[in-house]
T-cell receptor, first 113, second 111 residues
C-alpha cells in the first residue's frame, strides 16, 4: 500500500503566474482534501473532492481550483499568483466519513516572488 | 464551528509520560475529537480520535472528560521522535472531511 505522494517538492513562481500542484491519493481512498499552511501556522482547508466532485470549500477565492480524476489522483490549480500564496500546500486522502483519519502527503513548498 | 484551545508549547523529558490538554467547551454531541501531529518538515499525521469513551492505540491514549468539554492526549513514554506540533481538532457532522486546525501545542522533548 503506497502512501500519499505530492509533486513537485518545491516550486518557485512569479507573481501573476499560474501553478498546478499534483497529489496521488492512498490506494482505495475516494476523498481528497487540499490545505494551505503558511509558515508558523496550522494548515487551512482549501477544498475537498469526493468522487470527482467538489463537495466542500474553505475561505479561498475562485482562483484556487481543483480536479479529482477517476483514479482519485488530484490537482490544485492557482491562477494569478500573489505573494501571500507562498506556503506549504498539503493534500490529504481518506475514505468519506467522520471517523476516518486523513493521510497527508509531505506537501509542496510554493514560493511566489 | 466549535473551537479548541491548547497551550502554545510544552516540554517533557525523554521516557516520561506527557499529557497534552485540549479544551473544547462548545463541542456538540456529534463532534468527533481528533488529534494529529506534525513533525518538522512533514505533513500532519493522524494520532487518535474518539467520541465519548477513552481510546487507546499503539501511538497514544485519548482521555475524554465526562462532559466532553475537554480531552487529553497521553503519550506514555515520550521519545525524541515525538517532538512535534500536536493539533486537537473537532470534526463536525456537517463539515465533511474538513479538518479545522488551530495553532496546536509544540511539544519539546529533552534527552
Amino acid at each position: 500500500e503506497t502512501g500519499v505522494t505530492q509533486s513537485p517538492t518545491h516550486l518557485i513562481k512569479t507573481r501573476g503566474q499560474q501553478v498546478t500542484l499534483r497529489c496521488s491519493s492512498q490506494s482505495g481512498h475516494n476523498t481528497v482534501s487540499w490545505y494551505q499552511q503558511a509558515l508558523g501556522q496550522g494548515p487551512q482547508f482549501i477544498f475537498q473532492y469526493y468522487r470527482e466532485e467538489e463537495n466542500g470549500r474553505g475561505n479561498f477565492p475562485p482562483r484556487f481550483s481543483g480536479l479529482q480524476f477517476p483514479n482519485y489522483s488530484s490537482e490544485l490549480n492557482v491562477n494569478a499568483l500573489e505573494l501571500d500564496d507562498s506556503a506549504l500546500y498539503l493534500c490529504a486522502s481518506s475514505l468519506a466519513g467522520l471517523a476516518n483519519e486523513q493521510y497527508f502527503g509531505p506537501g509542496t513548498r510554493l514560493t511566489v516572488t | 464551528d466549535a473551537k479548541t484551545t491548547q497551550p502554545n508549547s510544552m516540554e517533557s523529558n525523554e521516557e516520561e509520560p506527557v499529557h497534552l490538554p485540549c479544551n473544547h467547551s462548545t463541542i456538540s454531541g456529534t463532534d468527533y475529537i481528533h488529534w494529529y501531529r506534525q513533525l518538522p518538515s512533514q505533513g500532519p499525521e493522524y494520532v487518535i480520535h474518539g467520541l465519548t469513551s477513552n481510546v487507546n492505540n499503539r501511538m497514544a491514549s485519548l482521555a475524554i472528560a465526562e462532559d466532553r468539554k475537554s480531552s487529553t492526549l497521553i503519550l506514555h513514554r515520550a521519545t525524541l521522535r515525538d517532538a512535534a506540533v500536536y493539533y486537537c481538532i473537532l470534526r463536525a457532522n456537517n463539515a465533511g472531511n474538513m479538518l479545522t486546525f488551530g495553532g496546536g501545542t509544540r511539544l519539546m522533548v529533552k534527552p
